[in-house]
């Protein structure tokens, strides 16, 4: 069984920072593109990050670029989402993501990824 397990979530206030973690078991993700996404209250769930197998390439979305960070330990099975200068507008349940296709190209389209984790809750206050 392909387990996603995330952690780091909590509460911060405006422009805190949290390091998100993802611990991947029962598959070794070194040839996949690995991901992360967020859904808010009432929204629908968006691609925050994404990650190229070899590390080499990392996408972002608008919203969180130049303030998050992606990056992965493939000898730990660990990707990892460094966010910082929160905003309210980043409150949200963050799930890691993994593409099983191997070595297929990294987008932040939800569509190729299959195995979702549970997720961990971001809270940023003003």
């Known amino acids: 069984q392909v387990d996603l397990v995330e952690s780091g979530g909590g509460s911060v206030e405006e422009g805190g920072s949290l390091r998100l973690s993802c611990k991947a078991s029962?598959?070794?993700?070194?040839?996949?593109?690995m991901g992360w996404f967020r859904q808010a209250p009432g929204k629908e769930r968006e691609p925050v990050a994404a990650?190229?197998?070899?590390?080499?390439?990392?996408y972002y979305a608008d919203s969180v670029k130049g303030r998050f960070t992606i990056s992965e330990d493939k000898g730990q099975n660990m990707v990892y989402l460094q966010m910082n200068s929160l905003k309210p507008e980043d409150t949200a349940m963050y799930y890691c993501?993994?593409?099983?296709?191997?070595?297929?190209?990294?987008?932040?389209?939800?569509?190729?990824?299959?195995?979702w984790g549970q997720g961990t809750q971001v809270t940023v206050s003003s």
């Open positions: 993501a993994a593409d099983r296709r191997n070595w297929a190209g990294c987008t932040l389209r939800e569509v190729n990824f299959s195995v």
């Open positions: 029962g598959y070794t993700f070194r040839s996949n593109c």
């Open positions: 990650i190229d197998p070899d590390g080499g390439s990392a």
